[in-house]
């Protein structure tokens, strides 16, 4: 087994392209063609985790967070970071880490949270942009179902909860075909008229080459004409953030102390509570606060999510709720999301939990 062979199903779920712009998410210490012994799963590096992979004989750890955000200039040890890399290095152990792609997949760290709540009706609470593309072409009209399904197949045409989503129109296409051309209609030195049909349809970035790909595969022209376009549109299925409902509201008081206890929160800071009851619950794992607007414009009661500061709390304006759980307490689930698709994908591969807790904030 190999470094690449264990990521790709983790990848397959998050990809790295939904990672945000200043994030390091991806394989940051070791080679994708390295063997691997054993993986070892935590939600931050730290010393005591290398010496634990050591101790287990693990040579790969996959990380929630990235051990290393911007560029070392120096690899001396005189910070925690430069000492893991140099040990890691060391000792031939890889490093992982899957991070807001991770926040940003349905089955991600945000749906695990809503999980844990028995949140339902769940929707992405701040959507991501740009990530589409409208792809346009034109195809003859005896192939046009061919050519369409085969760029559906790809992945092309989805919007939201529906797929197979096009628009068709009717037109004439005009081409004259050169001197070194193999026309599929048409002759050699001639202007040609071909009924066909231009069909558009929805693509994301991430999918372009194989949906063009595709496109180019099916399509009978020897060249086939078509138009990318970038789109503003939101991507309902991917973004930071969760919004659902409990099944039934619940006293506010009541759930705060639900949501102490099941997450193991040293202490729960919050707003007034302006609001009796919860039914509503937006969530955000590590830093949300500033998704605090589209919790509120998605009215909901309660927004459970970590390391607001203080001047923060008062954005709140006596509209919602804010729960501060804490950072690590937030995202501590997510560790068994990486343990489930390893586990699943190599049942008998020696997988560990990481056992050191690395939260480095202590509660009175």
């Given amino acids: ?61 996959i990380a929630h967070h990235p051990i290393v955000f ?44 809503c999980d844990k709540l028995g949140l339902i009706n769940t929707r992405v609470l701040a959507p991501e942009k740009g990530s589409l593309k409208k792809l346009v072409t034109f195809v003859p009209e005896q192939y046009v179902q061919l050519v369409r399904n085969a760029m559906f197949e790809a992945g092309a045409g989805c919007i939201g909860d529906y797929d197979s989503c096009s628009f068709n129109m009717e037109g004439t296409g005009t081409f004259r075909a050169g001197e070194n051309t193999t026309p599929f209609v048409g002759e050699i030195g001639k202007i040609h008229h071909e009924k066909e049909v231009r069909i558009e349809t929805i693509i994301p970035k991430s999918l372009q080459s194989s949906v063009v790909n595709a496109l180019i595969k099916a399509h009978p022209y020897q060249e086939v004409a078509y138009d990318l376009y970038p789109l503003d549109n939101e991507n309902s299925k991917f973004g930071i953030g969760m919004v659902g409902e409990l099944p039934q ?10 949501v102490k206890e099941l997450f193991h929160a040293g202490v729960v800071r919050y707003t007034p509570l302006v609001k009796t009851h ?47 759980i804490g950072h690590y307490e937030s995202e501590q689930f997510t560790k068994e999301i990486f343990y489930e698709i390893v586990t699943k994908n190599f049942p008998n591969f020696a997988t560990h939990m990481s056992k050191i807790n690395s939260n480095p904030i202590n509660y009175l």
């Avoid at 430069?82 to 152990?93: F, T």
Wanted: proline fraction near 3%; hydrophobic fraction near 45%; charged fraction near 20%.
């Fill in 1 to 61: 087994m190999r470094v690449r062979d264990i990521i790709a199903p983790i990848e397959a779920l998050a990809p790295l392209y939904h990672q945000e712009s200043y994030d390091n998410a991806g394989l940051i210490v070791g080679s994708p063609n390295w063997e691997v012994n054993g993986v070892l799963i935590c939600l931050d590096v730290v010393e005591d985790v290398i010496k634990e992979a050591l101790d287990k004989g693990a040579n790969l750890i």
């Fill in 70 to 113: 911007s560029g070392l200039k120096r690899f001396n040890g005189n910070s925690y970071v430069e000492r893991i890399v140099m040990e890691a290095i060391a000792h031939g152990i890889a490093i992982y880490a899957s991070h807001t792609n991770m926040d940003s997949v349905p089955g991600g760290v945000n749906s695990r949270i």
């Fill in 249 to 258: 509201s619940e006293p506010s008081m009541e759930f705060l102390r639900k």
């Fill in 278 to 324: 919860i039914r509503s619950v937006a969530v955000c794992g590590g830093s949300g606060s500033s998704l605090l607007k589209n919790a509120m414009a998605a009215q909901a009661d309660l927004f459970i999510t970590a390391d607001f500061k203080y001047h923060e709390f008062f954005d709140a304006e006596g509209k919602i709720i804010i729960a501060d």
